[in-house]
Nanobody, 116 residues
Framework: QVQLVESGGGLVQPGGSLRLSCAAS????????MSWYRQAPGKERELVAG????????NYADSVKGRFTISRDNAKNTVYLQMNSLKPDDTAVYYC?????????WGQGTQVTVSS
């Protein structure tokens, strides 16, 4: 049974930091590319950051470059998203995504709210 379980979301003030985690199980994690997406109210889901399987190359949305860092620990079957200098516009539900070929798996999401 495939599971992606996100954690680490919450309420943070502008300028603050959060680290999201996504624990994976039920599939060969190290063989899959991993990504973080987010969806704000009334908006489409958008790609935030991605990391490849073996080499660990990363890519980021322009809106988060220099503030967010994606990483993975294949020994722990976990992918992380370190979010610094958070802005109110970062408020959204953040989803973990695993992908390889035609297979795509999603987590249930974790809420991040940036507000004073």
């Amino acid at each position: 049974q495939v599971q992606l379980v996100e954690s680490g979301g919450g309420l943070v003030q502008p300028g603050g930091s959060l680290r999201l985690s996504c624990a994976a199980s039920g599939f060969p994690f190290s063989n899959y590319g991993m990504s973080w997406y987010r969806q704000a109210p009334g908006k489409e889901r958008e790609l935030v950051a991605g990391i490849t399987n073996i080499i660990g190359s990363t890519n980021y949305a322009d809106s988060v470059k220099g503030r967010f860092t994606i990483s993975r620990d294949n020994a722990k079957n976990t992918v992380y998203l370190q979010m610094n200098s958070l802005k109110p516009d970062d408020t959204a539900v953040y989803y973990c995504n695993a992908h390889r070929g035609g297979k795509v798996y999603w987590g249930q999401g974790t809420q991040v709210t940036v507000s004073s």
